[in-house]
């Protein structure tokens, strides 16, 4: 009765990203406004000893559609031992050193660069922002379309996220294919409705007005261990509606060793847990209206994104652990008394039905972005089977998350170095309604 009970509620919190999906389906996406103004973008990256990729990402920059006067990139190569700074000289950055090693994480590196911004160039030099992770590459037409959606009168975007090297494992494709599903069936779906979307860790844009302070100088200030969620729940509780644009696609590169998933997985359900201990209270609040900017036409959603945003950081973590100690327990109290049948159906039960649903998820997902997904065709269908298995490795993170005091930062080695001539060409193959048979790398 407790596990239907707590069914129960976890269905209720999340059947509206079920009526996401038939959105997305049933609607297409928002047509814009057609008036485009040029604006002047700075593009900042954040790397730590990323040598072996980050040419590649300041390739793809400097080849966009978008006039190249418009852009200038800025790189700060944090605590670095390798040849970082050396090969963003080389591709054409402007690179800030730092190391401070008793500050360590992204928000702290990004503070640093602003801060540089601040004091070499003046106001009028950037209108917005651009920031990436070095394992990114961007589509030849990303920022020329993230400078459509802006010229709408968006004040931060975020765009389609997909994966270098999708095809590698099935925890590759695990990450892939949430990313996929996270771009096109909750972004997406967001955008088509006119709520607020989300930040999600790399390729989003900030015009630099949401960033300055009473002097006009522009600072990070999110510093948790997710301060990407960190900096959307900020930004909705300001009543800012984040928006979406579907049609600047970039690409990043998945980790493969499940020991590298668990630790980068541990952060983020712990941050998920730091972000709503420091913004519950105001997201709460903000559910009853009580948000001080954003225009009225936009403001009138707020309310919903401070609910969206509040069941995105929490709830499945709390409700997933309970499950789980629950049904622990009670098994091995069934186990004692030699009930094994009942043990069995007690710990199975929960995990088919969620797996079930996981599998609908990947499985529309996957049939709906099948174009865009490069690898092989067995491998789009091995890895739709094994993606319920990657989300229920959540569960044992998500329970260990709410008893580990201590979650620190590391970094994650990229190697996939993707050429942009090899993603010209994908993307023409696509073009063409004749999709890749290989991944990008």
């Known amino acids: 009765m407790l596990n239907v009970c707590l069914g129960a509620v976890f269905l209720i919190c999340y059947a509206y990203q079920l009526f996401y999906i038939a959105v997305v389906l049933a609607k297409k996406e928002r047509r814009l406004g057609e008036t485009v103004t040029p604006h002047k973008f700075a593009v900042i990256i954040s790397a730590r000893n990323e040598q072996a990729v980050i040419g590649g990402l300041i390739e793809s920059i400097k080849k966009q559609t978008y006039p190249s006067d418009l852009v200038k990139i800025f790189v700060v190569a944090d605590n670095c031992s390798d040849k970082t700074a050396e090969v963003s000289r080389a591709a054409g950055a402007i690179v800030y050193e730092r190391f401070d090693l008793s500050l360590i994480g992204k928000g702290y590196a990004l503070d640093f660069l602003l801060d540089r911004l601040n004091r070499d160039y003046p106001r009028d030099a950037f209108d917005a922002l651009f920031i990436f992770d070095a394992d990114n590459i961007l589509s030849p037409n990303y920022i020329e379309e993230m400078n459509k959606t802006y010229s709408s009168g968006y004040k931060i975007l975020?765009?389609?996220?997909?994966?270098?090297?999708?095809?590698?494992?099935?925890?590759?494709?695990?990450?892939?294919l949430w990313f996929l599903r996270e771009a096109k069936y909750l972004n997406n779906a967001r955008m088509i409705l006119g709520t607020s979307c989300a930040v999600s860790g790399t390729g989003f844009m900030v015009d630099r007005s949401v960033l300055e302070d009473e002097n006009g100088d522009m600072k990070w200030g999110f510093h948790l261990l997710t301060e990407d969620i960190e900096f959307s729940n900020s930004s909705v509780i300001d009543g800012l509606c984040i928006g979406y644009c579907g049609g600047a696609e970039f690409f990043d590169e998945q980790p493969t060793k499940f020991s590298q998933s668990w630790h980068q997985r541990m952060r983020w359900a712990k941050g998920y847990l730091q972000v709503f201990a420091g913004y519950g209270k105001d997201l709460f609040r903000g559910i009853f209206g009580n948000n001080k900017r954003g225009d009225e036409k936009r403001r009138k959603w707020s309310r919903f994104s401070c609910f969206d945003m509040s069941l995105t950081i929490m709830p499945a973590l709390i409700l997933s652990g309970m499950l789980f100690i629950f049904d622990f327990v009670a098994a091995l109290t069934l186990l004692c008394i030699g009930d094994y049948s009942g043990a069995l159906k007690l710990i199975l039960m929960p995990t088919v039905e969620a797996s079930v649903i996981v599998f609908i998820v990947g499985i529309i997902t996957t049939i709906t972005e099948w174009k865009k997904i490069h690898t092989s065709v067995p491998k789009k269908i091995l890895y739709a089977f094994t993606f319920p298995v990657f989300m229920m490795t959540y569960i044992p993170i998500a329970l260990v998350s709410l008893f580990k005091k201590r979650v620190e930062w590391k970094h994650i080695e990229h190697t996939k170095e993707c050429k942009y001539n090899d993603l010209?060409?994908?993307?023409?193959?696509?073009?063409?309604?004749?999709?890749?048979t290989g991944d990008l790398t």
Do not use: F, H, L
Request: glycine share 12%; charged share 30%; hydrophobic share 15%.
């Open 424 to 436: 010209v060409a994908c993307k023409e193959k696509q073009r063409r309604k004749n999709p890749g």
């Open 158 to 176: 975020t765009s389609y996220r997909n994966s270098k090297n999708y095809g590698d494992n099935w925890i590759s494709a695990g990450y892939g």
